[in-house]
Structure formats: structure tokens, C-alpha cells
């Protein structure tokens, strides 16, 4: 059995994120939505994730990984192939994407469930009800890891209660607030009825100046093999490919963080005990958080 994500002396986890920026839905919130991707850059996509899955197959320390594209990678068949290899690599201690999950799921039965984990986004409108249920009913029952979320829209707020009661209380349920929007109280209450740990998210966290795990134990990486910190920290560490990137504890240069994969590394907020053994797939080390 592997140990828990994050645990291990010189475990490397990597947050990955390629040319890919096309997706099948068609999300009003998001600017990729049902954007196409011609075929030179899905090439580029592809021949950039295998160079990356290849140099994760070459390392001698424990790896895990979170798939952030800005699309969706699973309705990809080269996504689907990263996720299974990696799961099968035995210094691999979690393979994860963040993901709607539109995609058909037969070719989970080749993972190995013990360390490919899922962080679904429910998408109201985009998908039929029954249709997403049956898809998380039946990662249930394969034994898969996996979370599942919404975004904090009041729209979505009905559709999020009717997930959160028809799925089982083991499987967490996370809101994600809605950029731009400032909930009341009452608004905040609501959604913590579904998600106890929603006050993360509500308020963006202050982070300038303090100790954050990214780019030491926790980088960002693109298609090209640059590091940065995180996703949302421009400043280039170095190359993974070409061994200019060392490692190093470096406070946060920003004033806030206000988004989960970021300010989950932050130390202050004291999450990884939170999640402890889930940070990448946002699942709790209790079913019922808070």
C-alpha cells in the first residue's frame, strides 16, 4: 500500500497543464467554453503530455500529479492512457485531473484505483441530471476516488442540494464560489449546508509574505516543461527538462489567493491536515468535514 500524498522525504508534486484549451461544453462562466482546438495544437498537446508522463516514468522519488488543463483532457484518449500508466508507476503516489467527467468510464477497469484518484465539476445545463448521477453512481461502485463540485452560482444552487442528497455521504461535495459574486451570510450558510468547508472558498486568502509548499514540494508545469510556483505566479523557476529548476521554500510573492489549488498549499490555512492523503482530488481525510 502506498503512503499518503504529501508524506514522503523528497516527494515532488506536480500540477501539469498543456497546450490543450478545447472543451465540450459550453459553460457561460468560462472562456473555454466549446472552444476547438485545431489539429496542430492537439499534436502539440499530445507529444507535450507523453514527453511529460516519460519524464515521471524516469524519476527515483515519489511523484504525484494533478491534470489541470484548461479544457477537458479525459474526452482525450492520450489524457485517458497518461492516467492509467502513471497509476501503474510504483514511485507514482497519486495520479488525479480535474475534470467533468463526460467522458465514458470503461477505461478505468486498466487503472490502478489505488492511486488514480477524480475531481469532478458537476455543470448544470450542460448535462443531463440522471446522466451525471448514473456517471458518479458508477465511479462509486468501480471503487474510484473521486470528489465532486459545483460553482457557487445561486443558479446552481438547487442542482447542487439534489447532488449532495443523492449521493452517498462518503462521497464530498465541494462549492467552488463564483468569481465576481459576494455572498451574504445567509447565501454562505446555504452553501456550507452542503459543503462545511465553503468558508475556504467564500474569501480569498491573504497570502503575501507567508510560507506556501509551491516551488519546493509543489510546482506548476507547462507543456513545454516550465516551472513556475503556481499557476497563478508568472515569475519561471526553470525547466524541468533541462535540470535548470531546483527546488527551494520561497514565500508567496501575491497579495491573495482565491483559488483551491493555490491556497491549499498555503501552510497558514493548515489544510493539508484537511485533506490529508486527498489534497490533489480535494477529498477530506473525514467524510463529513468542518
Known sequence: MRGPVGTSPGELTILYRGPLAS???DCPYC??????????RLARDRAALERFTAWVAGRDHPVSVLFTPWGEGLVRSW???AMVELSHLPHVRRVAIQTNFSCRPGW???ADLDTLALWVTYHPGQVPYERFLGRCR???????RFSVGVVGLPEHLGQARRVRADLPGEVYVWV???EGVVYTDDEADAWTAIDPLFHHSRTPHRSAGLPCRTGDSVISVDGDGTVRRCHFVPAVLGNLYDGTFTPGARACPVAMCDCHIGYVHLETTGLYDVFAGGILERIPARPHPG
Open 23 to 25: 472543451c465540450d461544453y
Open 31 to 40: 472562456p473555454f467554453a466549446k472552444r476547438r482546438d485545431d489539429r496542430g
Open 79 to 81: 489524457y485517458r492512457r
Open 108 to 110: 478505468l477497469a486498466e
Open 138 to 144: 458508477d465511479l462509486v461502485a468501480r471503487g474510484v
Open 176 to 178: 467552488n464560489a463564483a
